[in-house]
């Protein structure tokens, strides 16, 4: 089975706080997504990345960069924590190519609730 | 551009009865369809998909109808359990394109 971890559930900052995010997959996936979710507005996606070292913004991007040294990793920052980034956010991975095969299934993370004060 | 989105927030049912969640979606080029079941304090985990060349496919208590000329696909769920309360949203994929849009979820309440 595919396993996407996430380094924390729970993480508490404070406002102007430099905030990492760290996810792991272990399929060797190529393409891998941040997403936040919130209530009601469901999920959005930060930024994503199809190979090491590659990036390419979302529909939600600003106050956030990623990083992607390792094919297996995929790291979320917040440069500057503010208390509108306080949500759930979500990694995913998924193998390379297009949709349209059950072995292109986007596979989710257990999520990092962040809140920021 | 697409969107997904789903008819209604919050779906109660009773224990043993079936479950119909629905999503509708606005671009026809869209061509690969998963529903999601996300749990309290957990990642959505994939339950079923479906291709635009199928109108069906059925899994263990689960089907998805998708109905292309009116651009809707919905999820059954036979004989709901209590367990099955959760969230659940569809995502939508348009061929060749790396990054689905996702519904905005249906809460579903089973009650014992």
């Known amino acids: 089975d595919v396993k996407v971890t996430q380094s924390s559930r729970y993480l508490v900052k404070r406002t102007g706080e430099k905030v990492f995010l760290e996810c792991v997959q272990d399929?060797?996936?190529?393409?891998m997504f941040w997403y936040r979710q919130d209530p009601g507005l469901g999920l959005r996606l930060i930024y994503f990345?199809?190979?090491?070292?590659?990036?390419e913004k979302g529909d939600i991007p600003e106050g956030y960069s990623v990083s992607r040294e390792k094919k297996e990793r995929f790291s979320l920052i917040l440069e500057s924590a503010s208390t509108n980034q306080t949500s759930m956010y979500l990694c995913?991975?998924?193998?390379?190519?297009?949709?349209?095969?059950?072995?292109?299934?986007?596979?989710f993370g257990p999520g990092t609730r962040l809140t920021v004060l | 551009g697409e969107s997904v989105g789903l008819h209604l927030p919050t779906l109660s049912v009773q224990e043993g009865d079936n479950s119909i969640i629905n999503c509708a979606y606005s671009?026809?080029?869209?061509?690969?369809f998963i529903w999601y079941k996300q749990e309290s304090g957990k990642g959505p985990q994939f339950i079923i998909d479906?291709?635009?060349?199928?109108d069906k496919r059925q899994g263990q208590r689960v089907t998805v109808l998708l109905n292309k000329t009116v651009k809707h696909l919905s999820l059954q769920i036979a004989a709901t359990q209590p367990g099955d309360s959760a969230v659940y949203f569809c995502?939508?994929?348009?061929?060749?394109?790396?990054?689905?849009?996702f519904g905005r979820g249906t809460s579903l309440i089973v009650h014992p």
């Open positions: 995913a991975s998924k193998t390379g190519g297009l949709a349209g095969d059950r072995t292109d299934t986007q596979y």
């Open positions: 671009n026809s080029a869209s061509d690969y």
């Open positions: 479906i291709r635009s060349n199928m």
């Open positions: 399929m060797d996936h190529e393409n």
């Open positions: 995502a939508g994929w348009e061929g060749g394109s790396y990054i689905p849009t």
């Open positions: 990345s199809y190979d090491v070292k590659m990036k």
